[in-house]
């Protein structure tokens, strides 16, 4: 795809970028690719970076599994070099595999836009900017560095339009851990609908993690906690895939089927990651399926997902006060295992985010977007109790079609 295959309507507008500058509501788009590998996400939506009022179309555009072998390959290759560019952080030095998957996820990011640009017709003219997270490689907060790979610039020039990506750097270079970034759209949401003073969001993708808000305090400016519970649906994919030939463990059903091993939660549930102190982050592999690898298949399914139940309840200690009420995002609320799991182990309400009203597929993805929002409005991306920052921090880098 070129920039002359930009969906008609979809011209240039930075009139619009101006406007979202000076604080008026916009359209943006969001986009991500998350540590489960299952596709590109995107999302329109309109808002200032404050608030959101119109929610536009979304989609998915599921990865092959060529193209998911290529990301793990990429993953592989990325601690390999250390961190981004190599011990001297110069993209020169990035392995040629690692240049062409690149490419290859910029291309179906640009596509998927498209797609969605093509959805909203005549309206695609006033888009003010795309948010682009890009594919996580790595992410080595205790190395001071993270590992998004997606072509910002790229991208801006194959839709022409703006674009904010490199959205984890300046968290990090501020001493933060770079992540979670999702919590400040959690709180925007929660401010429109709001039915309980706290409450706990709690995202299980690859990596699970979870926003906690009080809005007793202050409904403009609640307090937030956020934090990586633990493992979330990586572990369980990986040991579906392993065990089974497909890439994830479809309702939960072969972890219904099994036997929890108390000995190997035990064990798995003893690493020094839950008693630490948030704000506190993971790599999706931080966690890996050897300790079940003597197990059945069964076996092994129902103690991962027990181990990521586990760990959420044990996030519970970290809440400066319990919560009302847990809504659910990301992939694993689809689980029904998983998801029954949760509401035995959990005190209060536990309920899938479409209880909200929320599109619990497109939440990240415009999440993404909300935050090109704020980026380009100089308002913090993340904050001292979200992810470390010494401040708050204005994450991303703006691009405009022909920029270098």
Not at 169 to 181: C, E, R, V
Not at 351 to 358: F, Q
Request: hydrophobic share 40%; net charge negative; proline share 6%.
């Amino acid at each position: 795809m070129s920039s002359s295959s930009t969906p008609s309507g979809a011209v240039p507008s930075f009139s619009n970028l101006d406007a979202l500058m000076d604080g008026r509501e916009c359209y943006v788009i969001g986009m991500m690719s998350g540590t489960s590998m299952d596709g590109v996400d995107a999302a329109l939506i309109r808002t200032d970076g404050e608030r959101v009022t119109e929610f536009g179309p979304t989609l998915t555009n599921s990865y092959d599994e060529d193209t998911r072998r290529r990301i793990r390959e990429g993953i592989q290759l990325a601690f390999c070099q250390g961190r981004p560019g190599g011990d001297g952080g110069n993209s020169e030095n990035l392995p040629e595999e690692l240049r062409q998957l690149e490419r290859h996820l910029t291309e179906l990011h640009a596509e998927a836009a498209a797609e969605l640009l093509m959805e909203w017709g005549e309206r695609a003219s006033n888009v003010a900017v795309i948010g682009l997270h890009g594919h996580t490689l790595a992410h080595r907060p205790d190395q001071g560095w993270t590992w998004q790979i997606g072509d910002g610039a790229g991208l801006s020039g194959q839709l022409g339009l703006p674009v904010v990506f490199d959205f984890r750097s300046a968290d990090m270079a501020a001493g933060g851990q770079g992540a979670p970034l999702v919590p400040l759209y959690h709180a925007a949401l929660l401010r429109a609908e709001r039915r309980h003073d706290r409450v706990a969001v709690l995202n299980i993708g690859g990596v699970a993690n979870v926003t906690w808000i009080d809005f007793s305090r202050s409904e403009i400016d609640p307090d937030i906690l956020a934090f990586d519970t633990g493992p979330g649906n990586a572990m369980l994919d990986d040991w579906a895939a392993i065990q089974t030939g497909v890439p994830c463990d479809t309702d939960g059903e072969l972890a219904a089927t099994g036997r929890l091993h108390t000995d190997v939660l035990s064990s798995m549930l003893a690493s020094p990651y839950f008693d630490e102190a948030p704000p506190k982050t993971l790599d999706r592999d931080d966690f890996t399926i050897q300790s079940v690898r003597g197990l059945s298949a069964a076996d092994g399914a129902t103690t991962l997902t027990d181990f990521v139940v586990e760990s959420i309840v044990a996030a519970q200690s970290h809440f400066p006060q319990p919560v009302e009420a847990w809504y659910v995002c990301g992939g694993g609320r689809h689980n029904k295992t998983l998801m029954r799991r949760l509401r035995s182990h959990l005190p209060v309400l536990t309920d899938p985010v479409e209880i909200l009203g929320w599109r619990g597929d497109a939440l990240e993805a415009e999440a993404f977007g909300f935050l090109a929002a704020r980026s380009v409005r100089g308002l913090p991306t993340s904050l001292p109790s979200t992810t470390g920052c010494r401040v708050p921090t204005v994450g991303g880098r703006l691009i405009l079609p022909g920029s270098d």
